[in-house]
Each structure stands twice: as structure tokens, then as C-alpha cells.
């Protein structure tokens, strides 16, 4: 992880960054993140946030890649945003949602309503002829993928038909199935 961990996080212009003890904070235009971080040093360096060990032990080569990544993914969360896009695949498989609740019909006796973070942006797209997508967006990117996480959970892609909750892009390994 350290050639990860040395190089240093670029921080764009309406981006500020704010170094406390253990403690880093930053403020974008699409929001405000903060990350605890311990066993590496963090400073800012002619426009940009460094990330240094202290030691060569096992767990400082660790943080020091970790942190480095959380923070580039925090700069770029504030400045840009993070987007998941989820396609339901599948006969009768529907999405709509009224503000922060999302419905989903998955082919279960009943419809599963689920309440979203406030933070995550959601919306749904139906379009005749074609899979119906649930767009999560967010300047938090661990928050939208756990998000996205817990509604593909709720129907999983299985190998034979390919049906279910599946991330737009994603390949799914097919199985052959039996043959006659």
C-alpha cells in the first residue's frame, strides 16, 4: 500500500480541508466529511494533503494506504459526488419511490418499503421495454455503497436466468442448468 499511501491527495479549488489532532475535516460544495485516523501523520503540503508513517511496522504500512485512500475518496465525495446505479432484472420487478422511501417489488408476496439516509440522494427510472434502475448519489461513498449493498441483498442475482438486483455493468457468472 505504500505507493498508494505516498502520493499526495490533490485538493481541488472550493474544497477546504482541515487538519485537527486525529481528527481530518472536509468541507466541499456538496457537503462536509470527517475522518478519525491514528498510526500515520497527516499535514498539508503546498495545496494538497500528505500521508506519512512514522515506522516501517505492518500496521503503519496499512493505515498508511487506508487513510490515504479515505481521504482522496472524501476530497473527490465533496467536489464531485459518488454514484451507484442499480438494475432490477426480472419479470414483474418494479421500483418507485415517494421522496426518501424506496418500493420495490421483487416478486414477494408483499412489497418491500425501505426508509433511506437523508444524505443519499435516490431516484428511479422506468422506462418501457427496459430494466427499471434505482440511482443512489451521495458525497459520502461509503454510505451509498452500503446502501446499494443492503437493497441487493434483498434479491441477489442467481446463475441460472440471471434474474435479480444486480449493479449496472455487472456480469453475472451463468450456469448451464440441466439439460434434457
Known amino acids: 500500500?505504500?505507493?498508494?499511501?505516498?502520493?499526495?491527495?490533490?485538493?481541488?479549488e472550493g474544497v477546504t480541508i482541515e487538519v485537527n489532532e486525529n481528527l481530518v475535516t472536509?468541507?466541499?460544495?456538496?457537503?462536509?466529511?470527517?475522518?478519525?485516523?491514528s498510526g500515520v501523520e497527516v499535514a498539508m503540503e503546498d495545496g494538497s494533503l500528505m500521508v506519512k508513517r512514522p515506522s516501517d511496522?505492518?500496521?503503519?504500512?496499512?493505515?498508511?494506504?487506508?487513510?490515504?485512500?479515505?481521504?482522496?475518496?472524501?476530497?473527490?465525495?465533496?467536489?464531485?459526488?459518488?454514484?451507484?446505479?442499480?438494475e432490477l432484472v426480472g419479470v414483474g420487478y418494479r421500483a418507485s419511490n415517494q421522496g426518501q422511501k424506496l418500493d420495490l417489488a421483487l416478486g414477494f408476496s408483499h412489497n418491500i418499503v425501505m426508509d433511506i439516509a437523508p444524505e443519499v440522494k435516490i431516484e428511479t427510472v422506468s422506462e418501457k421495454g427496459k430494466n427499471p434502475i434505482v440511482k443512489l448519489t451521495s458525497h459520502d461513498k461509503q454510505l451509498v455503497g452500503q446502501v446499494a449493498a443492503k437493497i441487493r441483498a434483498f434479491r441477489k442475482p442467481e446463475p441460472y436466468k440471471g434474474k435479480g438486483i444486480r449493479f449496472v455493468g455487472e456480469q453475472i457468472r451463468r450456469k448451464a442448468g440441466k439439460s434434457a
Not at 1 to 12: D, E, K, L, Q
Not at 68 to 78: K, P, T
Request: charged letters at 25%.
Open 26 to 37: 472536509v468541507k466541499g460544495k456538496l457537503g462536509e466529511l470527517t475522518q478519525e485516523f
Open 57 to 86: 511496522s505492518k500496521e503503519h504500512k496499512a493505515k498508511h494506504g487506508l487513510y490515504r485512500s479515505l481521504f482522496l475518496n472524501m476530497v473527490e465525495g465533496v467536489s464531485k459526488g459518488w454514484t451507484k446505479e442499480l
Open 1 to 12: 500500500m505504500s505507493r498508494i499511501g505516498n502520493n499526495p491527495v490533490a485538493v481541488p
